[in-house]
């Protein structure tokens, strides 16, 4: 089976660094995926990572460690409209989510 | 806009009646995929299709089935609906693989009541 999991809530003030860990066990791996995730809307795609190691795309950054089962999303330079859920995905033969994390942005 | 358009935005139907959610996923886009949101269970894959052939399967109940076309836009039916059944239905798509990335629609909100 697998078992994907992440912090419920994070709260951080606005130009600030929030880290979002996400554990897992999965069955399989084929990659970690992240998506950002505004109250009522859909996913949108932040990143990917089948290799160990850092991706860093503009103000978020995401890490991997195959061996230790373990990523996570680096947001940097939080601004208000960073405020929103946080999913983890892992792909082994289907895309498994963790819960999310609701991150809080305030002034 | 992530180009992948699904209708109806809303639904709201009765215990026992099925529906028709409709996908058309972004150009070129071959595969596409249905996920669930609730908010006891969070988002669930339900279900693959590549080219119109079943890919992979998640946590898809047997009252729901989904079909993708010629033209590759894709339906997910729902039977004997529940009050359970009530959620946000998202289509996504992505150009071959599922570890391309994923654009997800604007979803389905379907109450059941």
Known sequence: GQNIDQPTEMTATEGAIVQINCTYQTSGFNGLFWYQQHAGEAPTFLSYNVLDGLEEKGRFSSFLSRSKGYSYLLLKELQMKDSASYLCAVWDYKLSFGAGTTVTVRA | ?113
């Open chain 2, 1 to 113: 806009d992530s180009g992948v358009t699904q209708t109806p935005k809303h639904l709201i139907t009765a215990t026992g009646q099925r529906v028709t959610l409709r996908c058309s996923p972004r150009s070129g886009d071959l595969s596409v995929y249905w996920y669930q949101q609730s908010l006891d269970q969070g988002l669930q894959f339900l279900i693959q299709y590549y080219n119109g052939e079943e890919r992979a399967k998640g946590n898809i109940l047997e009252r729901f089935s989904a079909q993708q076309f010629p033209d590759l836009h894709s339906e997910l039916n729902l039977s004997s609906l529940e009050l359970g059944d009530s959620a946000l239905y998202f289509c996504a798509s992505s150009e071959r693989t599922p570890t391309d990335t994923q654009y997800f629609g604007p979803g389905t909100r379907l109450t059941v009541l």
